[in-house]
């Protein structure tokens, strides 16, 4: 197949990567891409925001299938543009983006298809925040109603820090405060074709900056997968997203077909396993941040036959995708002064001999090239990732890995799987 994917960042690195070590050879362009991405796609100058720019593109290069990575493209309607023209795409129109785009939009559909999530405030005004954080107390939990690159949400027992961060999103936008869930929290991604779901193997990302779960919200700083530790509570893997799929995705994707806005595309579910049971933290519309990084890798059936029968409304004629027995842990490497105020421009070394090490690959996050080489041009740079029989072995092999790159002011955790690694 010719296949386009959108975006520029390590999720994408992850999606095209995958498409590569499948046994038919694809011709595969992204738009814009990255440093790495560049050695393994052809790269396109094209605005994937532009709903006209891509839809013509696209037509003009006979393209057979575009994967959409990033929101803001679907929040821009660029999966619209290419239904219109008959062209089959991975991602859920505008409306339907809501699901992310907008907080409010996603607590109304799960009040109406009945999933289970946390109590929710929608503010207008500073004083309705405060008024909504004092009816929920603490921990506080605001977000922003709209899309935020990720940073749009704070959990906090500041309150001065929450009113200060709803405050900054306030506007024609309202701020949503919720009620907090405690538990230990899982990503589970979904296939939907707008009528049926196929699930992928659950994972768990590290959403703060530094060890111990300390520091401020990023977009990730590593992930694995699988999730051993669901056996206890669950009796395993299967049974977990079983109960998932049947108390959150299909109802979630038969109320949006019903309201006439059918998801296509990849429904991403942030979990929290409370002790009254799991329930819903938010939703995405496409593949999460660094959470592909290690789903993916395990994926043993084709990718690109997955997103097709999504994109064209067959995946009822698919099983549930098998996945290796594999672990999986990605570590992401970072730019000084991220989150707040990442320094970009700083060179990378070392990134062959990363590579090299047995079972790692590296998928670029935020990289361009120089005269000097490769430089890192944003907050999230790149993410090791490695692959092995165990997590002891998996995490030894990213580490090992990471050991070997250089970049000035880098940072990175080094208790992502930790908890694994000791069970």
């Known amino acids: 197949m010719r296949i386009l994917v959108l975006g520029s960042g390590a999720r994408e690195h992850a999606i095209i990567l995958a498409l590569r070590s499948e046994r038919t050879e694809h011709e595969i362009f992204a738009a814009p891409g990255n440093a790495g991405i560049a050695q393994d796609a052809v790269v396109v100058a094209l605005d994937a925001d532009d709903p006209a720019a891509v839809t013509e593109y ?38 339907a983006a ?33 008024a909504a954080l004092d009816e929920l107390g603490a921990p506080h939990v605001v977000k922003a109603d709209g899309l935020a690159a990720g940073k749009g949400v704070i959990v906090t027992d500041d309150r001065e820090a929450a009113l200060a961060h ?44 530094r060890d111990g779960d300390e520091g401020p919200n990023t977009g990730g700083m590593g992930a694995y997968s699988p999730l051993p530790w669901l056996l206890e509570q669950f009796g ?14 299909e109802p979630v994707i038969h109320q949006l ?17 409370t002790p009254q049971g799991v329930k819903v933290i938010e939703f995405n519309a496409r593949f999460g941040d660094p959470e592909t990084q290690v789903v993916l890798p395990r994926l043993v059936d084709p990718l690109s036959e997955l997103l097709l029968a999504a994109a064209s409304g067959h995946l009822e004629d698919f099983s549930r995708p098998a996945f290796a027995e594999a672990t999986a842990v990605s570590v992401v490497l970072a730019s000084e002064g991220y989150p ?31 005269d000097e080489g490769v430089v890192a041009t944003g907050g999230r740079v790149l993410n090791v990732v490695a692959v092995g029989t165990t997590f002891a072995e998996s995490t030894s092999r990213a580490y090992s890995a990471l050991a070997k790159i250089g970049l000035d002011g880098g940072q990175y955790r080094t208790d992502i799987a930790a908890r694994v690694v000791e069970d």
Do not use: C, W
């Not at 799960?110 to 929710?120: E, F, L």
């Not at 506007?171 to 869930?181: N, Q, S």
């Not at 395993?236 to 995705?249: K, P, W």
């Not at 970009?344 to 090299?356: H, N």
């Open 58 to 95: 696209a037509n003009g290069q006979h393209i057979d299938l575009v994967v959409i990575g990033p929101e803001a493209p679907l929040v821009a309607g660029v999966a619209d543009a290419l239904r219109e023209r008959g062209i089959p795409v991975f991602g859920p129109g505008r409306a």
């Open 236 to 249: 395993g893997e299967d049974a977990f997203v079983d109960l998932v799929t049947t108390t959150i995705a």
């Open 340 to 370: 707040s105020a990442p320094i970009t421009g700083r060179l990378l070394t070392g990134l062959d001999a990363a590579a090299a090490v047995e079972g790692v690959h590296l998928a670029h996050a935020a990289t361009g090239r120089s």
């Open 98 to 130: 809501q699901l992310e785009g907008s907080k409010t939009f996603a607590k109304r559909i799960m009040d109406a298809a009945g999933v289970p999530t946390g109590r929710a405030v929608r503010a207008h005004t500073v004083d309705e925040v405060a």
């Open 257 to 273: 077909d019903a309201e006439g806005t059918p998801f296509i595309g990849l429904l991403y579910a942030g979990l929290v396993l």
């Open 166 to 209: 709803a405050a900054q999103y306030l506007g024609p936008a309202p701020v949503l405060v919720e009620e907090y869930l405690g538990g230990p929290e899982v990503s589970l991604f979904f296939l939907s074709d707008g009528d049926h779901v196929l699930p992928l193997s659950p994972a768990q990302d590290y959403k703060r900056l």
